[in-house]
């Protein structure tokens, strides 16, 4: 009689570590796969995040932007405020906030875009060139006043992260620049981002 509980007691426990095996194996199949683009968003975030922290701290230091004020008062708050993000920022180099895994990525789903377009399209293109800014852009300069800031591809904008207000993209030919608006300040560049 007591082997026959002993041998149920050892079935019990066989079923129950089976069940807990078997448990164990679903919850790991059930765990989602890393998302690669999902990461990498996710690094940009934290280094968008890291300006913005800085540039909080600029902006502290200069005063909040108040558009009641005369155009010349916003220039001279908008001239000191780039003048100090360029002085706190001033080791930024290209890659900072577009690291080359974010650029490769970001380089892939543009082609990727534009590919899917049609040759109407892609013609209508080449025509909007003449509107882009002629000069090279460069990490920790003012964004050259002397041409207009050409209108960003609504079809681009959905496939690249939110930004904060404060910031935006640009398209400098197949350059994308990330840019502090407020400041007009160049805060990144990625070559070759968008197809020529």
Same mark, same amino acid.
């Given at each position: 009689?007591? =082997?026959?509980?002993? /041998?149920?007691? %050892? +079935? %019990? !426990?066989?079923?129950?570590?089976? /069940? #807990?095996?078997?448990?164990?194996?679903k919850?790991?199949?059930?765990?989602?796969a890393?998302?690669?683009?999902?990461?990498?968003?996710?690094?940009?975030?934290?280094?968008? $995040?890291?300006?913005?922290?800085?540039?909080?701290? #600029?902006? $502290? =230091?200069?005063?909040? +932007?108040?558009?009641?004020?005369?155009?010349?008062?916003?220039?001279?708050?908008?001239?000191?405020?780039?003048s100090? !993000? !360029?002085?706190?920022?001033?080791?930024?180099?290209?890659?900072? !906030?577009? @690291?080359? &895994?974010?650029?490769? +990525?970001?380089?892939?789903?543009?082609?990727q875009?534009?590919?899917r377009r049609? $040759?109407? /399209?892609?013609?209508?293109?080449?025509?909007?060139?003449?509107? #882009?800014?002629?000069?090279?852009?460069?990490?920790? @300069?003012?964004?050259? @006043?002397? *041409?207009?800031?050409?209108?960003?591809?609504?079809? %681009?904008?959905? %496939?690249?992260?939110?930004?904060? &207000?404060?910031l &935006? *993209?640009?398209?400098?030919?197949?350059?994308?620049? #990330?840019?502090?608006?407020?400041?007009n300040?160049? +805060?990144? /560049?990625m070559?070759n981002?968008?197809?020529?």
């Amino acid at each position: 009689m007591r =082997s026959r509980l002993d /041998v149920r007691r %050892l +079935l %019990l !426990i066989g079923a129950a570590c089976a /069940v #807990l095996a078997a448990g164990g194996c679903k919850n790991e199949e059930a765990k989602p796969a890393e998302n690669p683009t999902g990461a990498v968003f996710a690094d940009f975030a934290k280094r968008v $995040d890291a300006y913005m922290k800085v540039r909080k701290t #600029l902006v $502290d =230091s200069v005063g909040e +932007l108040d558009p009641t004020r005369s155009q010349a008062e916003i220039t001279t708050r908008a001239t000191k405020l780039a003048s100090s !993000i !360029i002085a706190a920022r001033a080791q930024a180099k290209p890659g900072d !906030i577009f @690291t080359p &895994e974010f650029s490769a +990525l970001v380089a892939t789903l543009i082609k990727q875009e534009y590919s899917r377009r049609p $040759d109407s /399209v892609q013609e209508t293109r080449e025509d909007q060139q003449d509107e #882009l800014p002629a000069f090279v852009p460069k990490v920790n @300069t003012l964004y050259p @006043t002397t *041409y207009p800031l050409a209108t960003f591809p609504a079809t %681009l904008l959905p %496939l690249l992260p939110p930004l904060p &207000e404060q910031l &935006e *993209y640009r398209v400098v030919h197949n350059y994308l620049v #990330l840019r502090d608006i407020e400041a007009n300040v160049i +805060l990144d /560049v990625m070559p070759n981002a968008v197809p020529s």
